[in-house]
């Protein structure tokens, strides 16, 4: 059965740090993949996706995500990241065989930043 | 820009009552879902709908059940609420082809006393 882990699930990181949330999934097959972010009191919003193409894909707020087939791998990075970040983010996967649109998701990894 | 609207960002029901959850979207996506989201549990699926009056258990569909009567709504019904229900339930939509995103609603925090 398909399923996403995220090993953090707490990261504490100062301003200006270098960040990278992991995130590793089981399937075998052909995979959409996601990285969704809910700041706090708001809703989930998606923050980058990969289909196809180019493994590293760049989302938004500086954020990218490098996709490792041979690890089955989808992690987060930011090169400096602000307080502004602080959120809780989740890694998510659609496998493509499997029905329409059903999205796993990880457990999330919540981000604090200290000023 | 995609609206999901829950009717209710706060909520506080008694054990046994039906609970009924609301949510509605205005972009005319054909796939709808809850989930509810438990602190280190991330979000867990409930139900989904791919279309008006279709419906397909998610992973707890246990004590819930759902209705879509029209493609904009999508009811989220707590039959007999129990405390163990108290939790985060987030909405969602999306089209129907599989790489597109979804888009969440605001949440509705759920308490059974």
């Known amino acids: 059965a398909q399923s996403v882990s995220q090993h953090n699930h707490h990261v504490i990181l100062s301003e200006a740090a270098s960040l990278e949330l992991g995130c590793n999934y089981s399937?075998?097959?052909?995979?959409?993949l996601f990285w969704y972010v809910q700041y706090p009191g708001q809703h989930l919003q998606l923050l980058l996706k990969?289909?196809?193409?180019?493994?590293l894909v760049k989302g938004i707020k500086g954020f990218e995500a490098e996709f490792i087939k041979s690890k089955f791998s989808f992690n987060l990075r930011k090169p400096s990241v602000q307080w502004s970040d602080t959120a809780e983010y989740f890694c998510?996967?659609?496998?493509?065989?499997?029905?329409?649109?059903?999205?796993?998701f990880g457990s999330g990894t919540r981000l604090s930043i200290r000023p | 820009d995609v609206k999901v609207t829950q009717s209710s960002r706060y909520l506080v029901k008694r054990t046994g009552e039906k609970v009924f959850l609301e949510c509605v979207q205005d972009?005319?996506?054909?796939?709808m879902f809850w989930y509810r989201q438990d602190p280190g549990l991330g979000l867990r699926l409930i139900y989904f709908?791919?279309?008006?009056?279709?419906?397909e258990k998610g992973d707890i569909p246990e004590g819930y059940s759902v209705s879509r009567e029209k493609k904009e709504r999508f009811s989220l019904i707590l039959e007999s609420a129990s405390t163990n229900q108290t939790s985060m339930y987030l909405c969602?939509?999306?089209?129907?082809?599989?790489?597109?995103?979804?888009?969440f609603g605001d949440g509705t925090r759920l308490s059974i006393l």
């Open positions: 709908s791919y279309d008006v009056k279709m419906k």
């Open positions: 998510a996967v659609n496998a493509r065989k499997s029905s329409a649109s059903k999205i796993i």
């Open positions: 399937y075998g097959g052909t995979v959409n």
């Open positions: 969602a939509s999306s089209l129907e082809r599989r790489d597109q995103p979804q888009h």
């Open positions: 990969y289909f196809s193409g180019d493994p």
């Open positions: 972009m005319d996506h054909e796939n």
